[in-house]
């Protein structure tokens, strides 16, 4: 909300990584348990700010017909970052001890954070008659305004027509004039827009099922593969590897994917932070910082209840483990049948049956 509010990016994503530093050395030097719990929490704030405004900032600098592609390359580094960080820690921790891994982890937040202080933003890029937010960079109703006429001459000194952009904004002049202000609207004005958007509400509901599918199955696993092939941590960490490296080629294909058509499903989070893009570009005073604030808080939910619900079920249930992974197909489909109906600008569902009553005429 703040993030589009003031028409920042920076400063948000700079306020969470020292968020982020700050809890890291709040866990290492935590005296006691409670301590840790407050340092957790504080971690979960740092990492959710970091999370949403980049990807706000992402589609900023991104044209829209490539949002999709380039969430899902994006992605890749969520997937290296779960392989590469178990492995990692452990070494760390076996070799320097328990503060090991946190000075690594602050040392890379740091090094992120110098990133970070060097982005130009869209607001800053425009003002030199830069547009990143189409593929010829220059502003203009199709994005592919031509820098010079046929005889040669150079066109930067020619207006461009003002157009109003998804994300709240207006494309100007490329010779250094300033963007016009965005509508501003409310907590509860942009809350109330999204839940009147049935793309906004199931891509919502389609990553709150991803999150409790995911995190319902998370503490069940290792006990059921200690139970049953009675694996050590280490070869149970292998397991979680192995689920995590697919997602390497995955999340780019179905970003990739969905750029191309209306609907993907597999893959999951690309179309789905795609799909919000989308939708932030098409509601008026809705800008890309609500829809992923909604994405994290959706999945948030999700990631909260299904480790309850999952474990709950494992230790309860005679044949547990069954039941957790009928669970997970069950919200599986309950997901696909969202995406059927509801996802793209013309759901699959709605194209198909438009087609068979077509044909049956």
């Known amino acids: 909300m703040l993030s589009e509010a003031y028409n920042a990016r920076r400063w948000p994503l700079l306020i969470g990584f020292a968020v982020l530093i700050g809890s890291q050395i709040m866990f ?23 999370w949403v405004v980049g990807l706000a900032l992402l589609c900023d600098s991104t044209p829209e017909t490539l949002a999709g592609q380039q969430l899902g390359i994006a992605m890749i580094g969520f997937s290296v970052g779960l392989v590469l960080g178990p492995p990692i820690g452990g070494a760390l921790y076996s070799r320097f001890g328990f503060r090991g891994s946190f000075i690594f982890g602050i040392i890379f937040a740091f090094v992120d954070l110098l990133g970070r202080l060097v982005i130009i933003e869209r607001k800053d890029a425009l003002k030199w008659g830069y547009d990143p937010h189409y593929p010829s960079g ?41 963007p016009a202000p965005k509508k501003s609207l409310s907590q509860v004005a942009v809350l109330a827009k999204l839940a009147k958007s049935p793309r906004a509400v199931a891509a919502s509901l389609i990553t709150l099922l991803y999150g409790a599918i995911v995190s319902s199955q998370e503490p069940s696993i290792p006990v059921h593969l200690q139970d049953v092939w009675n694996l050590s941590a280490d070869k149970v960490g292998v397991v979680f ?71 709950q079920m494992y230790d309860h249930l005679k044949h547990g483990w069954q039941a957790v992974t009928l669970l997970a197909a069950g919200m599986i489909a309950a997901g696909v049948l969202i995406s059927l109906c509801f996802i793209g600008e013309r759901p699959l569902a709605q194209r198909l049956f438009t087609r068979s009553h077509s044909d049956t005429q």
């Open 28 to 50: 290492m030097e935590a005296p006691n348990y409670a301590v840790m719990c407050v340092a957790r929490v504080i971690q979960g704030i740092g990492s959710s700010i970091v």
């Open 241 to 311: 590897i192995a689920a995590v490296v697919p997602t390497l080629f995955s999340t780019p294909l179905s970003g990739y994917l969905s750029d191309k058509r209306a609907f993907f499903a597999s893959g999951t989070i690309s179309p789905i932070t795609a799909e919000l893009a989308a939708v932030a570009r098409s509601i008026e005073g809705v800008g890309y910082g609500h829809v992923y604030g909604a994405f994290n808080l959706a999945y948030g939910a999700g990631s909260t209840i299904g480790p309850v619900i999952g474990g």
């Open 138 to 178: 220059l502003a203009g109703n199709d994005g592919e305004a031509a820098l010079s006429s046929p005889n040669g001459q150079d066109q930067r000194d020619e207006k461009v027509e003002s157009s109003p952009t998804g994300n709240g904004e207006t494309n100007i002049n490329p010779e250094g004039g300033r």
